[in-house]
C-alpha cells in the first residue's frame, strides 16, 4: 500500500481527540457532559495503543490491541456506573449541575 | 505647531502606535527566525525560542486590534502566545507533509490528488476530530450526543486504517450501540441545566479551556512529529480476530477473567446505585 500516512498522524488525531475531551471535562457544567469527555479521552488513549501496534510492534504481535479491547471494557463499565450515579444525583438534587452539587449528603 | 514627538501625541493613538511598533517587531523577529533556520543559520532550539518570543510580541500587539475585552496579564499572555504558537506549527507541519505529497511525488513532479488512501484516512480524521470538537463545543446537549456518535464512528474508521478489525467491529458495538444509546438514555432522564432548551451544556471558562487544549494538542503534535520512533518495517494488515481470542485464552487469561468480575460488579452496581426503591429500602434499613 503506498502511503504517506505515518504514526505522526494517528498520533496528532489522539492528540486532538485527548485535548478536546479534556476541554469537555474541564469546562462542562452538565455531569452527563463530562462524562461524554471521559469517552473521548479513552479512544484518544485507544487511538494510541492501535497505531503503536500497528507501526511500533509489528506484524504478528497483537498486545496493543488487546489492551484496546480491555480500555474498551472498561469504559463500558465506567459509562454504567457514571450514569447510575448521574442519575442518583438528579434523584437527589433535581440537577446534574456540577456546580451546585457540593454535597455528600441531601 | 504640528505634533512631532511620540510624547505629544494623544495617549490612546501612542498605546495604538507602541502596539503596532511591538506586533511589527515581532512578525520581523518570527520571519527572520524561520528564515534564518530555513538557511541553517541557527539551530532549532533557538529557532522555536526566537519564534516564540515573536508569537508573544504579535500575540500583545494585535490584542490592541482585535479580542480587545480579553485583558491579557502576565499569566494569560504566555499561554495564549503558546495555544498560537501550536496552532501556528500545526499549519506548518501540515502545508510541509501533508499538502506536500498530495501535490508533488517524489521525483518532484506534480501529480495532482491521487492518494484515495491518504484522502480515506483524512476523511476519518477530520470526521474524528469535527465529532469531538461539535461534543466539546455545542451548546445543546442532545447535538453534543449526536457528535459523539461521528466521533465514535471516524475512530472505528481509523482502528480499519490501523489494520485492527476486532477492535473496529467492538468500537461500533460498544460505543455507538450501548454507551452512546445509555449517554442518550441519561440525558433523556435527567432535566437539563437552565430553563433554556438552547442553552443545555453550558460552559466555565471555554476561553482558558480551549487555549488548554491548543497547548496541549501542540506539545502532543511536537512530540509525536519530532519523537525517533523505532518503527517496523513492514506494517501488516492480517486480519487479528483469531489470534486476539487465542492471546484472551492463554497469555490474556487472568486479566480477562478479572474483566468479566468487573463487568459484573458494574453492571449490579449500577441497578443499586440508580434504582429509586432499592435505595429507599437500603435508606429504611439504614436508619
Redesign the interface.
Same mark, same amino acid.
Do not use: E, M
Given at each position: 500500500m503506498t502511503t504517506s500516512i505515518g504514526l505522526p498522524h494517528f498520533l496528532i488525531v489522539g492528540a486532538a481527540l485527548f485535548a478536546l475531551g479534556m476541554v469537555t471535562v474541564v469546562t462542562r457544567r452538565n455531569a452527563v457532559g463530562i462524562l461524554m469527555g471521559v469517552e473521548l479521552i479513552l479512544n484518544a488513549a485507544n487511538v494510541n495503543f492501535i497505531a503503536f501496534n500497528h507501526y511500533v510492534e509489528g506484524p504478528g504481535k497483537i498486545t496493543g490491541q488487546v489492551f484496546s479491547i480491555f480500555v474498551i471494557v472498561l469504559a463500558a463499565a465506567e459509562a454504567a456506573i457514571g450514569l447510575a450515579i448521574v442519575l442518583a444525583i438528579y434523584q437527589t438534587f433535581r440537577t446534574i449541575d456540577v456546580q451546585e452539587t457540593n454535597l455528600l449528603r441531601e | 505647531m504640528r505634533r512631532t514627538s511620540l510624547a505629544e501625541v494623544p495617549s490612546n493613538l501612542r498605546v495604538y502606535l507602541v502596539r503596532l511598533a511591538v506586533l511589527v517587531a515581532g512578525l520581523l523577529v518570527f520571519a527572520g527566525a524561520s528564515l534564518a533556520h530555513a538557511f541553517g543559520l541557527l539551530p532549532t532550539a533557538l529557532t522555536i525560542a526566537a519564534q516564540y518570543f515573536g508569537v508573544v510580541a504579535i500575540v500583545w500587539g494585535l490584542n490592541a486590534f482585535f479580542f480587545r475585552t480579553v485583558a491579557l496579564s502576565w499569566f494569560t499572555l504566555p499561554v495564549f502566545s503558546a495555544a498560537v504558537f501550536g496552532v501556528l506549527f500545526?499549519l506548518g507541519y501540515f502545508v510541509q507533509?501533508v499538502a506536500g505529497?498530495f501535490l508533488i511525488d517524489s521525483t518532484g513532479r506534480f501529480i495532482g490528488l491521487v492518494?484515495l488512501?491518504?484522502l480515506i484516512?483524512y476523511a476519518f480524521?477530520v470526521m474524528?476530530?469535527a465529532g469531538?470538537?461539535g461534543?466539546?463545543?455545542s451548546r445543546n446537549?442532545i447535538y453534543?450526543?449526536w457528535s459523539?456518535l461521528f466521533?465514535?464512528l471516524g475512530?472505528a474508521g481509523?482502528?480499519v486504517?490501523?489494520?485492527?478489525d476486532?477492535?473496529a467491529v467492538?468500537?461500533v458495538l460498544?460505543?455507538v450501540g450501548?454507551?452512546l444509546v445509555?449517554?442518550l438514555?441519561?440525558?433523556m432522564?435527567?432535566?437539563?441545566?437552565g430553563e433554556d432548551p438552547k442553552l443545555?451544556?453550558?460552559?466555565? !471558562?471555554?476561553p482558558m &479551556? #480551549?487555549a488548554?487544549? /491548543?497547548v496541549?494538542?501542540g506539545t502532543?503534535?511536537y512530540m509525536?512529529?519530532m519523537a525517533p520512533?523505532?518503527?517496523?518495517p513492514?506494517?501488516?494488515?492480517?486480519p487479528?480476530s483469531a489470534?486476539?481470542g487465542t492471546?484472551?485464552l492463554t497469555d490474556?487469561l487472568l486479566?480477562f477473567e478479572v474483566?468479566s468480575v468487573?463487568?459484573l !460488579?458494574?453492571?449490579v &452496581? #449500577?441497578?443499586i446505585? /440508580?434504582r429509586?426503591e432499592i435505595?429507599e429500602h437500603l435508606d429504611s434499613v439504614l436508619e
Open positions: - | 500545526l507533509t505529497p492518494r488512501v491518504d484516512f480524521a474524528t476530530i469531538a470538537a461534543c466539546a463545543f446537549i453534543s450526543a459523539l466521533a465514535f475512530v481509523l482502528y486504517f490501523l489494520g485492527a476486532f477492535p467492538a468500537q460498544i460505543y450501548g454507551i445509555l449517554i438514555f441519561a440525558i432522564l435527567t432535566k437539563q441545566i443545555t451544556n453550558a460552559h466555565l !471558562a471555554l &479551556g #480551549a488548554l487544549a /491548543a496541549t494538542v502532543l503534535a509525536a512529529v520512533w523505532q518503527l517496523t513492514a506494517p501488516s494488515y492480517q487479528v489470534a486476539l492471546a484472551f490474556f486479566p474483566a468487573v463487568l !460488579a458494574a453492571l &452496581g #449500577a441497578v446505585i /440508580a429509586k435505595k
